[in-house]
């Protein structure tokens, strides 16, 4: 029998050794175990937490922009498709629905049958609801394609449909505005990353705000960034917000990509807005943000929305993102047509918000309205003040406004700012802009004014790159606000002229000759604010040398070319007459002489100035229809009643089937006084001259009832006619009522001839 080998001391110590290596192993792997697991769990946790964190960040930042006022949700109203165009593209494929809902509803009813019979079968007149989004794009614009050849091809579209074509080519008109509409809704889907250019005050921090709260409240995790708040490189940044627990954050490519799929199990999309990226000018941010899109292309449910100011964009970020544009779309604001409801809605909410009574004239009204700029400056410095003290006077608005804004920035002299601009543009005869180095101010006020411009929208920067060897960084100053610009140099002007004590202000009317021999925009603004100057402190001759140098000018038209995009404000022709009637003040006798020559020299500033003082009698404002009446009564022909009543009852004047103004003048009285009684006695006046003049206008109001003329009032105006025929008509005329009327069909007869109206 063979014994055991017996083991020695030293293979004893390598077997304990062995088995605490064992023993350690194990350890080993149940710690990784263990921290493998605890990985899970972050990462899961973080899944589950990442919507409620991302969306919790948001939230501050809207805050913050509510805090500083670039965002008043108060005020926030959708004027135009701007946040409908980012609704597709937040909810993307989802709202494919819309697009076909839309597309065919274009071929039901008349218009779906004759653009049936004109098209045959070259278009499809329904999407299926079950169609992918391919298909339907494809659809779309294989329709767009027709209808604009067919629209094109007029002599042969024309010869095989004969008088038919004319009827299909106007419907395809609208057809094709719809489907171009519906392709650009289409583009908003399918792109993954959009800038919004606009320039400044346009609300582009509004508009993010608001896609945010949108994605938000439709549980979409959101991450909304402040351009000034990264200060380093923007992908890190990006990643820094999102709430990933910091080992996590060594695998953030990992936790995107399981991210990304989750989102796209539940057809959701997370979205990263950085707004006003112009506002950082950091070389590393520079340098960072055009690789945003790049890095986040690899993950199909992150996008990305931009927004820059246009000025800055077009010379200077535009290819921080590359010349290839298919990864970005670039969406300019739609700064014109105003939905006129939402404007109005827009209006009332100012109103509310600022505690400023809404009771303003149609001019006024008018006026404000045609510049959100505007708008919100007039609510801002007439905020909390009574009726009787508010100031509707542009002039004063701007004044008052810069004071405002020098009393929040105590850190800078915004007067003296605002004046050294104005100055160099008038010095250098370049008022578009001036050089940010020609105003020599310390690194601190230059500190001071950026901030400035950029969260009061009174002035802004821009950068001007040069090409090739001369490529250069030129910071620029400029007016954001035309008629504000053209207030401040009209200002500086007349400060200037004052100051060396000038009575004849030869600075001031040398630079308005300068302007007007070179048909410089700024023409305008500087002739209506020196009038207005003029006027305010009595200087009565300069006032008269403006109106019969300029008065009769081409200024209004000739300017109206620099600023094509915006509505014009005038009620006049004749810039005089703007001039005059612009400031709401009683006129003065100079102005009264002008106003008698545009009458009788004039039928189309007679009916202007008529209506003029016909909304200001409505709404019980001065000058009103008294001054018109003063001038007719006091003539002694009938020139300038008879061009009025010509002008009134004039059929057909520019197109058929137009409405006579006569019946835009029955219709204002008619919406506005329901009761006969409220009727001013200057309205039944000059109702009374037309009617002499031209017996068969008879008006009727809606109850059927003429209006009531008693022998009192037919007196008093018999007695003030100076005219004899005149006066001769209105006594007929008030003989016939008399002696003739016996019923109101006595009166509606001939009328009902005429009008074809019972």
Same mark, same amino acid.
Request: glycine share 2%.
């Given at each position: 029998m063979i014994e055991p080998l017996s083991t020695t001391p030293a293979e004893n110590d390598v077997s304990v050794f062995e088995k605490f290596l064992d023993l350690l192993g194990q350890a080993q792997t149940i710690w990784s175990i263990l921290l493998f697991?605890?990985?899970?769990?972050?990462f899961v946790l973080c899944l589950f937490l990442f919507r409620k964190n991302v969306n919790k960040y948001s939230k501050k930042q809207i805050d913050n922009f509510i805090k500083v006022k670039k965002y008043v949700p108060e005020l926030y109203i959708e004027l135009n498709e701007n946040m409908e165009f980012l609704r597709y593209f937040i909810f993307s494929y989802r709202w494919k629905w819309r697009i076909i809902r839309r597309y065919n509803l274009l071929f039901k009813g008349y218009v779906g049958k004759q653009l049936k019979q004109a098209h045959k079968n070259n278009i499809c007149y329904r999407l299926s609801y079950f169609s992918k989004f391919k298909a339907v794009k494809n659809q779309i614009t294989n329709t767009n394609k027709v209808l604009t050849e067919f629209r094109d091809d007029r002599d042969n579209k024309r010869e095989a449909l004969g008088d038919f074509y004319f009827l299909a080519q106007s419907l395809s008109y609208d057809c094709i505005n719809v489907t171009s509409e519906l392709l650009s809704y289409c583009s908003k889907i399918e792109n993954k990353n959009i800038i919004v250019v606009g320039s400044a005050g346009n609300g582009k921090t509004s508009l993010l705000c608001r896609a945010t709260e949108t994605a938000i409240k439709n549980k979409y995790p959101c991450l909304l960034l402040n351009s000034k708040d990264i200060d380093k490189n923007t992908v890190n940044f990006i990643l820094d917000q999102l709430p990933l627990i910091w080992k996590v954050k060594n695998y953030s490519k990992w936790f995107l990509k399981l991210i990304n799929f989750f989102l796209l199990v539940r057809r959701k999309y997370l979205f990263i807005l950085i707004d006003a990226i112009n506002e950082n000018d950091s070389e590393e941010f520079l340098n960072s943000i055009g690789t945003v899109c790049d890095y986040f292309e690899n993950y199909s449910r992150v996008k990305v929305i931009f927004s820059c100011r246009s000025e800055y964009f077009d010379c200077r970020y535009k290819k921080l993102f590359g010349e290839d544009e298919k990864n970005?779309?670039?969406?300019?604001?739609?700064?014109?047509?105003?939905?006129?409801r939402a404007v109005n809605k827009f209006f009332l909410k100012y109103s509310s918000y600022y505690k400023v009574p809404y009771k303003f004239s149609d001019n006024v009204h008018n006026k404000i309205r045609t510049s959100l700029f505007l708008m919100r400056i007039f609510f801002e410095v007439n905020s909390g003040r009574p009726y009787e003290n508010l100031e509707f006077q542009n002039a004063e608005i701007y004044k008052q406004y810069i004071d405002k804004v020098a009393s929040e920035h105590n850190d800078i002299d915004v007067n003296k700012i605002i004046r050294q601009i104005s100055s160099k543009m008038i010095d250098s005869k370049c008022y578009d802009k001036v050089e940010l180095s020609a105003l020599n101010l310390s690194n601190t006020e230059k500190n001071a004014l950026l901030n400035l411009l950029d969260n009061n929208l009174l002035i802004n920067k821009t950068i001007q790159l040069g090409v090739g060897i001369s490529e250069r960084t030129t910071e620029f100053l400029y007016f954001i606000f035309d008629e504000f610009r053209d207030f401040c140099i009209a200002r500086e002007l007349i400060i200037r002229d004052e100051d060396g004590n000038d009575q004849d202000y030869s600075l001031l009317f040398n630079t308005?000759?300068?302007?007007?021999?070179?048909?410089?925009?700024p023409l305008e603004g500087i002739l209506k604010y020196g009038y207005y100057h003029f006027k305010k402190i009595a200087k009565v001759e300069l006032c008269k040398k403006i109106l019969n140098s300029y008065g009769k000018s081409n200024i209004q038209q000739a300017n109206f070319t620099h600023r094509y995009y915006r509505e014009r404000t005038y009620y006049f022709d004749d810039f005089g007459l703007s001039l005059i009637y612009m400031d709401g003040r009683i006129l003065q006798d100079y102005e009264h002489k002008y106003v008698y020559n545009s009458l009788r020299t004039s039928n189309r500033s007679n009916i202007q100035i008529f209506f003029f003082l016909l909304y200001n009698e409505i709404v019980n404002e001065e000058p009103n229809l008294c001054q018109y009446l003063d001038i007719v009564l006091n003539e002694t022909d009938e020139q300038i009643l008879s061009s009025l009543v010509d002008e009134l009852v004039e059929e057909e004047k520019y197109f058929r089937n137009t409405p006579k103004l006569i019946d835009t003048f029955y219709k204002r009285i008619n919406i506005t006084y329901s009761n006969?009684?409220?009727?001013?006695?200057?309205?039944?006046?000059?109702?009374?001259?037309?009617? /002499?003049? %031209? @017996?068969? $206008?008879?008006?009727?109001?809606? /109850?059927? %009832? @003429?209006? $009531?003329?008693?022998?009192?009032?037919?007196?008093?105006?018999?007695?003030?006619?100076?005219?004899?025929?005149?006066?001769?008509?209105?006594q007929e005329l008030k003989d016939y009522r008399n002696s003739t009327v016996d019923s109101i069909d006595d009166i509606m007869d001939p009328i009902s001839e005429i009008y074809g109206k019972k």
């Open positions: 697991l605890a990985f899970v769990i972050l970005l779309d670039i969406f300019k604001l739609c700064t014109t047509d105003y939905n006129l308005i000759n300068f302007m007007s021999k070179n048909a410089l925009a006969l009684s409220q009727i001013p006695e200057n309205i039944k006046k000059i109702l009374i001259l037309i009617f /002499s003049y %031209e @017996p068969l $206008e008879w008006y009727q109001t809606k /109850s059927g %009832e @003429p209006i $009531e003329f008693d022998d009192l009032l037919y007196d008093a105006v018999i007695s003030a006619i100076k005219c004899k025929e005149l006066k001769k008509a209105v």
